[in-house]
């Protein structure tokens, strides 16, 4: 168990301390066979799953995988959260082949462009992923596997050595595979640790995000493993409060992971959680009166974190070290060199392009079978997230996509502090800003706003809401009412559909 003082996967010199050998699997199953590895609610009453028994799963289909897949190819997983989703990536990884995680809501299209690009010949999954998957690969079925007793030997593998592909979400084009090395796990371990103000012991971390995306798989499942924390797994085919709730009750829940999406249905529906001791969130940024209402309903500071796909847990907020600024996704975390850069690829105090330094342990490998894409994606020797930002002093101020920064009357206005300042008014359940095209102002700030069930709220409403508390600037001159959003599969707002709906509309 580490102390709150040590930052795990380091060296005190902030370096990072990464063995000539590794392999995630070893890293994972590490902690005493009798200590609690993942508290299981898939099927109703709580069951204490112990390292012992992980290992033993883990092997078991570690066995029947080494008599059908070589070393270096490509498994995907298609099974929700339960302990055999995460035996089945350590099976993967402990034989030395890639994992390839695969969401269960997907539907045939989306799988079969991840399955085929990754080649995965074979899938881990249970019988109703094998009707999802159809032909599109063989299914081996978990409950079909036979125990096995006999412990598998761990693949002799390095930290570069590629162990999972990890297709993006695909809110700035067709998904792309990150692949990833054995190294990665070790480089989320200290933004995992600073984000829930340090784990330690008698914490427990749950998030409702799946475990096929980077969110689920490696900022709660496997570093709670790599650290000893217990991590519960729970079914929730939807999201909803009390079932968000009840898993925090009967898991006893201290430390979460929430998707910014899942805390706004959180304050839409007034509920308050007093009993958990950290709450980390990342994918878009909170603003500063989403984390007024997190210290009201959880009774604590919602640590922002920030990362992507292709290199993640590289900035966050710690409460317990320093205090958080709202509009501010924190600072960078130990291990990783983070910088705003311009178009030269040259550090900057202004707005630019946030970048992470090769050598980060959670930046990806390459992307899959596309060399053009991986070039693209690196400015000299910066990894270029596609994001913009600006410090303010130690801080980094997140002000969205590259291409969803609005463009009014000469003003650089970021989206997100205008969706979090909507999501205030009692009437919004969501929201999507973006710019729509302007002959005078090259562009106007337009909102797209879902109403709670039985509210109402007029344009003019709403954008003196948003006038009194923000510049008068950012207030959008145009709201549009709809049933729902565009959302990608982790519950992010595609807010490119909303700009080529907001440019295709006429006032």
């Given at each position: 168990m580490c102390p709150a003082?040590?930052?795990?996967?380091?060296?005190?010199?902030?370096?990072?301390?990464?063995?000539?050998?590794?392999?995630?699997?070893?890293?994972?199953?590490?902690?005493?066979?009798?200590?609690?590895?993942?508290?299981?609610?898939?099927?109703?009453?709580?069951?204490?799953?112990?390292?012992?028994?992980?290992?033993?799963?883990?092997?078991?289909?570690?066995?029947?995988?080494?008599?059908?897949?070589?070393?270096?190819?490509?498994?995907?997983?298609?099974?929700?959260?339960?302990?055999?989703?995460?035996?089945?990536?350590?099976?993967?990884?402990?034989?030395?082949?890639?994992?390839?995680?695969?969401?269960?809501?997907?539907?045939?299209?989306?799988?079969?462009?991840?399955?085929?690009?990754?080649?995965?010949?074979?899938?881990?999954?249970?019988?109703?992923?094998?009707?999802?998957?159809?032909?599109l690969a063989r299914p081996l079925l978990i409950d079909e596997i036979e125990r096995w007793e006999a412990p598998v030997p761990f693949a002799d593998t390095g930290p570069e050595d590629p162990a999972v592909l990890i297709y993006t979400s695909g809110t700035t084009g067709s998904p792309k595979g990150a692949l990833h090395g054995h190294r990665v796990l070790t480089g989320h371990l200290p933004g995992v640790s600073i984000s829930h103000n340090h784990l330690r012991e008698g914490d427990c971390l749950w998030t409702p995000a799946d475990w096929a995306w980077i969110g689920g798989l490696f900022d709660v499942l496997m570093p709670g493993l790599a650290l000893g924390i217990p991590v519960v797994a729970a079914r929730l085919d939807k999201f909803t409060p009390g079932a968000c709730v009840d898993v925090i009750s009967r898991g006893g829940v201290r430390n979460v992971f929430f998707p910014p999406t899942a805390l706004r249905m959180l304050k839409a529906a007034d509920q308050e959680i007093p009993s958990l001791r950290s709450v980390a969130s990342g994918g878009e940024p909170l603003g500063a009166e989403m984390l007024a209402w997190g210290q009201q309903a959880f009774g604590l500071t919602i640590n922002e974190f920030y990362g992507q796909t292709e290199c993640n847990m590289v900035v966050s907020s710690c409460a317990e070290d320093f205090p958080v600024r709202p509009g501010c996704i924190g600072q960078p975390v130990p291990g990783h060199e983070v910088a705003v850069v311009d178009e030269d690829g040259n550090p900057t105090d202004e707005e630019g392009d946030v970048a992470i330094r090769r050598g980060s342990a959670s930046m990806l490998l390459e992307y899959w079978n596309r060399p053009d894409a991986t070039a693209k994606k690196f400015r000299g020797d910066w990894l270029i997230t596609g994001d913009r930002g600006v410090w303010e002093g130690d801080y980094l101020r997140f002000l969205g996509r590259d291409d969803d920064v609005i463009t009014s009357a000469g003003y650089r206005i970021g989206p997100a502090e205008i969706e979090d300042c909507l999501l205030t008014h009692p009437a919004v359940a969501t929201v999507g800003v973006v710019g729509k095209p302007d002959p005078l102002r090259t562009e106007i700030v337009k909102a797209?706003?879902?109403?709670?069930?039985?509210?109402?709220?007029?344009?003019?409403?709403?954008?003196?809401?948003?006038?009194?508390?923000?510049?008068?600037?950012?207030?959008?001159?145009?709201?549009?009412?709809?049933?729902?959003?565009?959302?990608?599969?982790?519950?992010?707002?595609?807010?490119?559909?909303?700009?080529?709906?907001?440019?295709?509309?006429?006032?």
């Open positions: 003082e040590v930052i795990p996967g380091l060296h005190s010199d902030q370096s990072w301390a990464i063995p000539a050998r590794l392999n995630m699997a070893r890293q994972c199953l590490s902690q005493p066979p009798e200590q609690v590895a993942v508290l299981d609610l898939t099927e109703g009453d709580i069951r204490a799953v112990t390292f012992g028994d992980l290992e033993r799963m883990t092997d078991s289909i570690a066995r029947a995988l080494s008599e059908r897949v070589r070393s270096g190819e490509r498994v995907g997983v298609l099974l929700s959260q339960s302990p055999w989703c995460a035996a089945a990536h350590l099976a993967i990884w402990k034989i030395g082949a890639i994992s390839v995680p695969l969401f269960r809501l997907f539907k045939r299209d989306a799988l079969a462009s991840r399955v085929g690009d990754a080649g995965a010949r074979i899938v881990l999954t249970d019988v109703d992923g094998a009707a999802l998957l159809g032909d797209y706003v879902v109403l709670k069930s039985g509210t109402e709220a007029s344009e003019q409403e709403l954008q003196d809401w948003v006038k009194d508390r923000l510049a008068q600037y950012s207030y959008p001159r145009e709201v549009a009412f709809l049933e729902e959003l565009p959302m990608t599969v982790t519950g992010k707002v595609i807010r490119k559909e909303l700009r080529v709906r907001a440019a295709g509309e006429l006032r």
